[in-house]
């Protein structure tokens, strides 16, 4: 069990530009989430996948962020036209998701810090 | 609009003795609950979770939390409190009804102080 690993662990960039961040879960697990974390809050949910299906996205998500898992495996985010207020920690978790009641805790990565200058 | 509230930023404690942070839920349904931990430059850690069953709760490093329905809250406590356990400490619900979404709380710092 390697954990769940994101990349690159820092971006900076420019306003404008557009960033896709990486996040390869524990291989077992069937559930992703993407969270983003900025100083002093709790993670904030974006959105999560069920295998290669993208199952919810945050209402708070405008059209700039796109999400994909492709092969239900890894998973990338994209964010485009980057602006000053996306700088964050974005967070990557997975977890085993069982049929019926029983599901276990979610396994974070490290996290991408975005700086978005 | 559902939550998870954390009513302390800051929580100290000297060492060796008890601790509590707080936190109370508002959402539909019976949630999954669970308490992580945050250290300087590291992931979120899982440390306890409630599901069903006995409203009190083990989890790791001597930590153990309480669930309390009627007044929606589960408590995160440990019985005598180390310099090591200083960090941020974040209170989490999964929601049960037709979604696997998870809310967290703003989090609690904890310092315990020597």
Same mark, same amino acid.
């Given at each position: 069990?390697?954990?769940?690993?994101? *990349?690159?662990?820092?971006?900076?960039?420019?306003?404008?530009?557009?960033?896709?961040?990486?996040?390869?879960?524990?291989?077992?697990? *069937?559930?992703?989430?993407?969270?983003?974390?900025?100083?002093?809050?709790?993670?904030?949910?974006?959105?999560?996948?069920?295998?290669?299906?993208?199952?919810?996205?945050?209402?708070?998500?405008?059209?700039?962020?796109?999400?994909?898992?492709?092969?239900?495996?890894?998973?990338?985010?994209?964010?485009?036209?980057?602006?000053?207020?996306?700088?964050?920690?974005?967070?990557?978790?997975?977890?085993?998701?069982?049929?019926?009641?029983?599901?276990?805790?979610?396994?974070?990565?490290?996290?991408?810090?975005?700086?978005?200058? | 609009?559902?939550?998870?509230?954390?009513?302390?930023?800051?929580?100290?404690?000297?060492?060796?003795?008890?601790?509590?942070?707080?936190?109370?839920?508002?959402?539909?349904?019976?949630?999954?609950?669970?308490?992580?931990?945050?250290?300087?430059?590291?992931?979120?850690?899982?440390?306890?979770?409630?599901?069903?069953?006995?409203?009190?709760?083990?989890?790791?490093?001597?930590?153990?939390?309480?669930?309390?329905?009627?007044?929606?809250?589960?408590?995160?406590?440990?019985?005598?409190?180390?310099?090591?356990?200083?960090?941020?400490?974040?209170?989490?619900?999964?929601?049960?009804?037709?979604?696997?979404?998870?809310?967290?709380?703003?989090?609690?710092?904890?310092?315990?102080?020597?």
């Amino acid at each position: 069990d390697t954990g769940v690993s994101q *990349n690159p662990r820092h971006k900076i960039t420019k306003r404008g530009q557009n960033v896709t961040f990486r996040c390869d879960p524990i291989s077992e697990h *069937n559930r992703l989430y993407w969270y983003r974390q900025t100083l002093g809050q709790g993670p904030e949910f974006l959105t999560y996948f069920q295998n290669e299906a993208q199952l919810e996205k945050s209402r708070l998500l405008s059209d700039r962020f796109s999400a994909e898992r492709p092969k239900g495996s890894f998973s990338t985010l994209e964010i485009q036209r980057t602006e000053q207020g996306d700088s964050a920690m974005y967070l990557c978790a997975s977890s085993l998701g069982a049929g019926g009641s029983v599901n276990n805790e979610q396994f974070f990565g490290p996290g991408t810090r975005l700086t978005v200058l | 609009a559902q939550s998870v509230a954390q009513p302390e930023d800051q929580v100290n404690v000297a060492e060796g003795n008890p601790l509590t942070v707080k936190c109370t839920y508002s959402v539909s349904g019976n949630p999954y609950l669970f308490w992580y931990v945050q250290y300087p430059n590291r992931g979120l850690q899982f440390l306890l979770k409630y599901i069903t069953g006995d409203n009190l709760v083990k989890g790791s490093y001597g930590f153990e939390a309480e669930f309390n329905k009627s007044q929606t809250s589960f408590h995160l406590k440990k019985p005598s409190a180390l310099v090591s356990d200083s960090a941020l400490y974040f209170c989490a619900v999964r929601l049960t009804s037709g979604t696997y979404k998870y809310i967290f709380g703003t989090g609690t710092r904890l310092k315990v102080l020597a």
